[in-house]
């Protein structure tokens, strides 16, 4: 498989509800949609999930983009590609940039499962079914606010809630939550708000029965992490730290954590996520799909990944109508009963809404590679 041309679509995507995380808060989500098209005429797709701000990782929606353009596909050029790990194996003598390659590595698996016409699920060693999804809350402007909106997302059946916390907003919320929701399989995301002198807050916090402490201490710190598990019982999960199959190698080794939070974009793609999976299965760590406010491109890779054995526990993978007015695509996703289903159409198996996508659009450009 040649690639002959690719379309970087720039879409600006308002959210239903501004999202806010320890770090700040989020209106907009800025991404864009790669499309590529091979010599056969099939067409690829990828969605580059940055943010417009480098608060989560480096790169931003613009910074990708411009490496898309002008460093990854340029690499492609007259390439002929026989297997989708290729792209990994390509894109390694460009340093970090993950979401860009991610952004380009997943439209080519979109072809690669087209070419075997098969569904990206199966292509991907998945099964076509239901998978157990969960949501991710951010941070609210009081309790009562947060006990509505938790209760309405159980009331849409999600199996399992993720709070956002931060210092100042996280013993109060999750006692209540727990208090109020006592069966509710419940984890925190602290975005890595936290240091060492939090520590009697982190040990109060193990109280609570919690599925899981998302990411508490710093985005490079493993050391930190380590010293943090070895005094809670309830596993550690690690998001930001996590960029390559390394990197959980590291967390492994040093005991820095339990769980992975495994995101296609902050790994660079489909092939460094599956040897995650792999690996987190083989050495007890528990693996699970982490969200970015995907569109329904970026979702449908997710769904695809999650529905894999190895993820043991529910993905941040909500409803597209729970981000967003209307979607890009034209079958959106829905929760019934905690669970999502596998598209079983060829590929992603969602086809692209054009209209929707063009009225998000601000901007295209085409790029000829042959
Ligand atoms: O830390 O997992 C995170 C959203 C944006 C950036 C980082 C994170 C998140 C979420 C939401 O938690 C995940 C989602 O619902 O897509
Ligand atoms: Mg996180």
Same mark, same amino acid.
């Given at each position: 498989?040649?690639?002959?041309?690719?379309?970087?679509y720039?879409?600006?995507m308002?959210?239903?509800?501004?999202?806010?995380?320890?770090?700040?808060s989020?209106?907009?989500?800025?991404?864009?949609?790669?499309?590529i098209?091979?010599?056969d005429?099939?067409?690829?797709?990828?969605?580059l999930?940055?943010?417009?701000?480098?608060?989560?990782t480096?790169?931003?929606?613009?910074?990708?983009?411009?490496?898309?353009?002008?460093?990854l596909?340029?690499?492609? &050029?007259?390439?002929?590609?026989?297997?989708?790990?290729q @792209?990994? $194996?390509i *894109?390694q =003598?460009?340093?970090?940039?993950?979401? %860009?390659?991610?952004?380009?590595e997943?439209?080519?698996?979109?072809?690669f499962?087209?070419?075997?016409?098969q569904?990206?699920?199966?292509?991907?060693?998945?099964?076509?079914g239901?998978?157990?999804?969960?949501?991710s809350?951010?941070?609210?402007k009081?309790?009562?606010?947060?006990?509505?909106?938790?209760?309405n997302y159980v009331?849409?059946?999600?199996?399992?809630?993720?709070?956002?916390?931060?210092?100042g907003?996280?013993?109060?919320?999750?006692?209540?939550?727990?208090?109020?929701?006592?069966?509710?399989?419940?984890?925190?995301d602290?975005?890595s708000?936290?240091s060492?002198s939090?520590?009697?807050v982190l &040990?109060?916090?193990?109280?609570?029965n919690?599925?899981? @402490?998302? $990411?508490? *201490?710093? =985005?490079?710190?493993?050391?930190?992490? %380590?010293?943090?598990?070895?005094?809670?019982?309830?596993?550690?999960?690690?998001d930001?730290?996590?960029?390559?199959?390394?990197?959980?190698?590291?967390?492994?080794e040093?005991?820095?954590?339990?769980?992975?939070?495994?995101k296609?974009?902050?790994v660079?793609?489909?092939t460094?996520?599956?040897?995650?999976?792999?690996?987190?299965?083989?050495n007890?760590?528990?693996a699970?799909?982490?969200?970015?406010f995907?569109?329904?491109?970026?979702?449908?890779?997710?769904?695809?990944?999650?529905?894999?054995t190895?993820?043991?526990?529910?993905?941040?993978?909500?409803?597209?109508?729970?981000?967003?007015?209307?979607d890009?695509?034209?079958?959106?996703?829905n929760i019934?009963?905690?669970k999502?289903?596998?598209?079983?159409?060829l590929?992603?198996?969602?086809?692209i809404?054009?209209?929707?996508?063009d009225?998000?659009?601000?901007?295209?450009?085409?790029?000829?590679?042959?």
């Amino acid at each position: 498989m040649v690639i002959e041309e690719a379309v970087i679509y720039h879409l600006v995507m308002p959210l239903r509800e501004t999202f806010k995380t320890s770090y700040g808060s989020m209106k907009d989500k800025h991404l864009c949609i790669i499309k590529i098209v091979s010599n056969d005429g099939l067409e690829g797709y990828g969605e580059l999930d940055a943010f417009a701000a480098p608060w989560y990782t480096e790169e931003t929606t613009e910074t990708a983009a411009l490496i898309i353009k002008n460093h990854l596909l340029p690499m492609l &050029k007259n390439v002929n590609l026989t297997n989708p790990d290729q @792209i990994n $194996q390509i *894109f390694q =003598v460009i340093r970090g940039n993950e979401m %860009a390659k991610a952004a380009v590595e997943t439209a080519v698996w979109d072809i690669f499962s087209k070419m075997s016409e098969q569904p990206l699920t199966t292509y991907l060693g998945g099964q076509i079914g239901n998978i157990p999804v969960g949501v991710s809350i951010g941070i609210k402007k009081n309790l009562d606010e947060l006990v509505h909106t938790v209760s309405n997302y159980v009331n849409d059946g999600y199996s399992r809630v993720k709070l956002k916390i931060k210092p100042g907003f996280d013993i109060g919320p999750v006692e209540r939550i727990r208090r109020d929701f006592p069966k509710l399989s419940l984890m925190v995301d602290a975005n890595s708000a936290y240091s060492k002198s939090d520590i009697a807050v982190l &040990k109060q916090l193990d109280r609570y029965n919690l599925a899981m @402490i998302e $990411q508490p *201490f710093g =985005v490079t710190d493993f050391v930190n992490h %380590a010293w943090l598990q070895k005094q809670l019982q309830t596993p550690i999960c690690l998001d930001e730290n996590i960029r390559s199959l390394e990197d959980v190698k590291q967390a492994a080794e040093l005991n820095s954590a339990k769980a992975i939070n495994i995101k296609i974009a902050r790994v660079g793609g489909l092939t460094e996520a599956l040897k995650i999976a792999t690996f987190c299965y083989e050495n007890d760590m528990i693996a699970w799909c982490g969200g970015m406010f995907e569109a329904g491109v970026g979702r449908a890779h997710n769904i695809a990944l999650a529905s894999r054995t190895e993820f043991s526990f529910p993905g941040d993978i909500s409803a597209s109508n729970r981000y967003f007015e209307r979607d890009i695509t034209k079958e959106e996703f829905n929760i019934k009963q905690g669970k999502v289903t596998t598209p079983s159409g060829l590929g992603i198996g969602v086809e692209i809404d054009q209209q929707s996508l063009d009225s998000y659009c601000k901007r295209r450009e085409y790029i000829v590679l042959n």
